[in-house]
């Protein structure tokens, strides 16, 4: 019983709020939307030719292992795809990131620099140099989630809507780096600049509501 009762408090396995779930899914969504168009902006930066070519045949390297991990040609194979990518992903990465190593890296340095520190070797954990700045941000979030809620309930929800919509849109033929507003490579500056507002208006808001729904503020 004492060991049951310590292992749930250590890696916060308490029931959250379902607003606090809602809200987080709302918040991963919009800031992928974000990063994404941080993504595709990047790309836009002019680099020379010889150091283009070797990272485009790197960067098309990546894309076809990632699109060999998530295509799926019939519904059996989607859910298989999504049991694969989204549920063992989001439960098992969490239960290391946001159980484990964040859990000791708070106790000693601290709640703000263990979950950031926590974030960022996240993002590294996954070796994916042309999308590590999203990942590490992606990564803080899932641990900001957890140590203001105290449940990585949260953080798994939002993993596994994140993971999961990343296989859904390559399972319409959107593209893993699916945009609302429309394929990245065809959008103005414009529409990408009022795409990256929307979201982060919208990722504000839900963070606010967030914060509003849990008691326990990060010290």
Same mark, same amino acid.
């Given at each position: 019983?004492?060991?049951?009762?310590?292992?749930?408090?250590?890696?916060?396995?308490?029931?959250?709020?379902?607003?606090?779930?809602?809200?987080?899914?709302?918040?991963?969504?919009?800031?992928?939307?974000?990063?994404?168009?941080?993504?595709?902006?990047?790309?836009?930066?002019?680099?020379?030719?010889?150091?283009?070519?070797?990272?485009?045949?790197?960067?098309? $390297? $990546?894309?076809?292992?990632?699109?060999?991990?998530?295509?799926?040609?019939?519904?059996?194979?989607?859910?298989?795809?999504?049991?694969?990518?989204?549920?063992?992903?989001?439960?098992?990465?969490?239960?290391?990131?946001?159980?484990?190593?964040?859990?000791?890296?708070?106790?000693?340095?601290?709640?703000?620099?263990?979950?950031?520190?926590?974030?960022?070797?996240?993002?590294?954990?996954?070796?994916?140099?042309?999308?590590?700045?999203?990942?590490?941000?992606?990564?803080?979030?899932?641990?900001?989630?957890?140590?203001?809620?105290?449940?990585?309930?949260?953080?798994?929800?939002?993993?596994?809507?994140?993971?999961?919509?990343?296989?859904?849109?390559?399972?319409?033929?959107?593209?893993?780096?699916?945009?609302?507003?429309?394929?990245?490579?065809?959008?103005? $500056?414009?529409?990408?600049?009022?795409?990256?507002?929307?979201?982060?208006?919208?990722?504000?808001?839900?963070?606010?509501?967030?914060?509003?729904?849990?008691?326990?503020?990060?010290?």
């Amino acid at each position: 019983r004492y060991q049951s009762t310590d292992l749930k408090k250590f890696f916060r396995l308490n029931k959250p709020k379902g607003e606090q779930i809602v809200w987080a899914i709302i918040g991963v969504f919009s800031l992928s939307q974000a990063l994404q168009v941080v993504v595709t902006l990047q790309e836009k930066i002019p680099l020379p030719k010889e150091l283009q070519s070797l990272i485009d045949t790197f960067k098309q $390297m $990546m894309e076809e292992m990632f699109k060999s991990l998530v295509t799926a040609h019939t519904f059996p194979e989607l859910l298989f795809v999504i049991f694969v990518v989204a549920i063992v992903p989001s439960i098992c990465e969490e239960i290391l990131f946001r159980g484990l190593v964040q859990q000791n890296l708070e106790r000693g340095l601290g709640t703000k620099r263990g979950f950031i520190i926590t974030g960022i070797l996240f993002g590294a954990y996954h070796l994916n140099p042309f999308l590590i700045i999203p990942l590490c941000v992606l990564g803080i979030y899932f641990s900001f989630l957890v140590a203001q809620s105290g449940s990585i309930w949260v953080s798994i929800a939002a993993h596994f809507v994140n993971n999961f919509l990343a296989a859904l849109a390559v399972y319409l033929n959107l593209g893993d780096d699916f945009l609302v507003a429309g394929k990245p490579e065809e959008l103005s $500056m414009s529409e990408l600049f009022g795409t990256s507002v929307v979201a982060v208006i919208v990722f504000a808001t839900s963070t606010y509501y967030f914060l509003k729904s849990t008691k326990e503020q990060i010290a």
